[in-house]
């Protein structure tokens, strides 16, 4: 054997083809979804109703997966064939800020309604993702919140917590 077949045995046998993982999960995830609406009893026959958001996910997820598909085909992963080791860690501040985001939420979602809860929610992650704007990042979580909350409450009549806020 060779010194370059060698290093190919070495590296292993693999195709580089293992990021299709994502593309599989995500495919799942969205026939999940249809399953879901599929069994959905809808008792209301509003347009576009409560099944209209879950196909738009569905319909995005099926083409996310197939582009991703067809990308990672077309341009194989060239480190899973290397011999190549990166270390890796975990940032667990950032891990923290996002857990911490998410229990604030589940708890104070009722106390402070949907716009507060999850533009606090919001703001968590912008932090973990060590964001240095605060000022930039509070507007637009408020903003998103806010849009949310009306797109789910007022055109989906959708009811979602209002909380502290349900009085103005």
Same mark, same amino acid.
């Given at each position: 054997?060779?010194?370059?077949?060698?290093?190919?045995?070495?590296?292993?046998?693999?195709?580089?083809?293992?990021?299709?993982?994502?593309?599989?999960?995500?495919?799942?995830?969205?026939?999940?979804?249809?399953?879901?609406?599929?069994?959905?009893?809808?008792?209301?026959?509003?347009?576009?109703?409560?099944?209209?958001?879950?196909?738009?996910?569905?319909?995005?997820?099926?083409?996310?997966?197939?582009?991703?598909?067809?990308?990672?085909?077309?341009?194989?992963?060239?480190?899973?064939?290397?011999?190549?080791?990166?270390?890796?860690?975990?940032?667990?501040?950032?891990?923290?800020?996002?857990?911490?985001?998410?229990?604030?939420?589940?708890?104070?979602?009722?106390? !402070?309604?949907? &716009?507060? #809860? @999850?533009? =606090?929610?919001?703001?968590? /992650?912008?932090?973990? +993702?060590?964001?240095?704007?605060? !000022?930039?990042? &509070?507007? #637009? @979580?408020? =903003?998103?919140?806010?849009? /949310?909350?009306?797109? +789910?409450?007022?055109?989906?009549?959708?009811?979602?917590?209002?909380?502290?806020?349900?009085?103005?």
């Amino acid at each position: 054997m060779t010194t370059q077949a060698h290093e190919s045995a070495a590296a292993g046998s693999g195709t580089g083809r293992g990021a299709l993982v994502v593309p599989g999960i995500l495919a799942v995830a969205s026939t999940l979804v249809v399953i879901g609406n599929l069994m959905m009893d809808v008792q209301s026959s509003d347009t576009p109703g409560p099944t209209f958001f879950p196909w738009l996910l569905a319909i995005a997820g099926y083409a996310l997966a197939a582009a991703l598909a067809v990308h990672y085909v077309r341009n194989p992963d060239e480190l899973a064939r290397s011999e190549r080791r990166f270390r890796t860690y975990t940032d667990w501040v950032s891990v923290g800020w996002i857990v911490g985001g998410i229990v604030a939420f589940a708890v104070l979602l009722n106390v !402070l309604g949907w &716009i507060l #809860a @999850a533009a =606090l929610l919001f703001w968590c /992650v912008t932090r973990a +993702f060590a964001s240095k704007r605060p !000022l930039f990042d &509070i507007s #637009a @979580a408020l =903003l998103m919140s806010s849009f /949310v909350f009306l797109v +789910f409450g007022v055109l989906l009549d959708v009811p979602l917590p209002s909380g502290i806020l349900g009085g103005l």
